[in-house]
């Protein structure tokens, strides 16, 4: 099982990206998965959630502008990010068994991540 990112990029601000991950494996077995976020000198923190009954949780500071979502017969999760800003750039990593305590987690809370995908907007 694995988890493998696509659809980073580089736009400008007030763009949209749309993230993917392949998740075979985990959404069929029902994980918690998400995607967490570390831009270069900041800390590791999560930016949206997503648990097996669709139920979803935002970082406040993507809350109206990015959606998670995912796809379970394909066994895929998304991550729709849009009016994105200089601050959203960092790597964006597809996690599941998301296990933190208390939302917005910041720190390395979950099992499994994959090698992340870049985003980068410019102002």
Known sequence: VQLVESGGGSVQSGGS???SCAASGFISRGYYM?????APGKEHEGVAIIDE??????AESVMGRFTISQDKDKEMLYL????LQP???AMYYCVADVCGVSWPYRGYEYN???QG???TVSS
């Open 17 to 19: 990206l749309r993230l």
């Open 34 to 38: 998400g995607w967490f976020r570390q």
């Open 53 to 58: 009954n669709d139920i979803t949780r935002y």
């Open 80 to 83: 729709q990010m849009n009016s």
């Open 87 to 89: 601050e959203d750039t």
């Open 112 to 114: 499994y991540r994959g």
């Open 117 to 119: 995908t870049q985003v």
